[in-house]
């Protein structure tokens, strides 16, 4: 059994088009980080999330930790090609393990 | 350059062929951790450890040992390989811990027949 449940698995779109991955659990954390992985490489990443609430913008990128800091998204704006990638998220607490989801896998079609 | 290294990249091996995955980060980072990532499922925990000789358990630590006698080396060992082991794993390394931004290494695919 999964942690951390992503949502969608899969998720294909057009360029220019919009997206958001849901990463959701029944358990707090005290951050939540989400990275891309490319194929032949390891995860990279994109942001860390520590507060309750808190709202981090990378570019196109927005990130959400939910108020109770059991879930987040992941908002791209404007998608492209080269977001193009498997999104995982993560979830960290004070006992030191990391908790990975089994990630969404975002293909932008040109 | 900042970097997580592990070797080999590629691996097929026999069941029951004692082998090592090798991990080194060049950081000066104290935690460090072992990923098994296979379809469908993501990234599991194997071990990690959060400073020199200091190792627990991950979420999946069956069939696995590791050692942390240097800070920058965390190899994980396979004393005897089954099939159920082929996958794809990842060493990290953090600065202190999983709420800080973890390194990881490119990654080596293991094969079991």
């Known amino acids: 059994t999964q942690l951390l449940e992503q949502s969608p698995q899969f998720l294909s779109i057009q360029e220019g088009e919009n997206l958001t991955v849901y990463c959701n659990s029944s358990?707090?954390?005290?951050?939540l980080q989400w990275y891309r992985q490319e194929p032949g490489e390891g995860p990279v990443l994109l942001v860390t999330?520590?507060?309750?609430?808190e709202v981090k913008k990378l570019k196109r990128l927005t990130f959400q930790f939910g108020d109770a800091r059991k879930d987040s998204s992941l908002h791209i704006t404007a998608a492209q090609p080269g977001d193009t990638g498997l999104y995982l998220c993560?979830?960290?607490?004070?006992?030191?393990?990391?908790?990975f989801g089994a990630g969404t896998t975002v293909t932008v079609r040109a | 350059e900042a970097q997580v290294t592990q070797n080999p990249r590629y691996l097929i091996t026999v069941t029951g062929k004692k082998l090592t995955v090798t991990c080194s980060q060049n950081?000066?980072?104290?935690?460090m951790s072992w990923y098994r990532q296979d379809p469908g499922l993501g990234l599991r925990q194997i071990y990690y450890?959060?400073?020199?000789?200091?190792?627990d358990k991950g979420d999946v630590p069956e069939g696995y040992k590791v050692s942390r006698k240097e800070k920058r080396n965390f190899p994980l060992i396979l004393e005897s390989p089954s099939p159920n082991q082929t996958s794809l794993y990842f060493c990290?390394?953090?600065?202190?811990?999983?709420?800080?931004?973890?390194?990881f290494g490119q990654g080596t695919r293991l094969t079991v027949v």
């Open positions: 990290a390394s953090s600065i202190t811990g999983v709420n800080t931004e973890a390194f």
């Open positions: 358990s707090v954390f005290s951050s």
């Open positions: 999330v520590v507060t309750g609430g």
């Open positions: 993560a979830g960290g607490n004070n006992d030191y393990k990391l908790s």
């Open positions: 950081m000066n980072h104290e935690y």
């Open positions: 450890s959060m400073n020199v000789e200091v190792t």
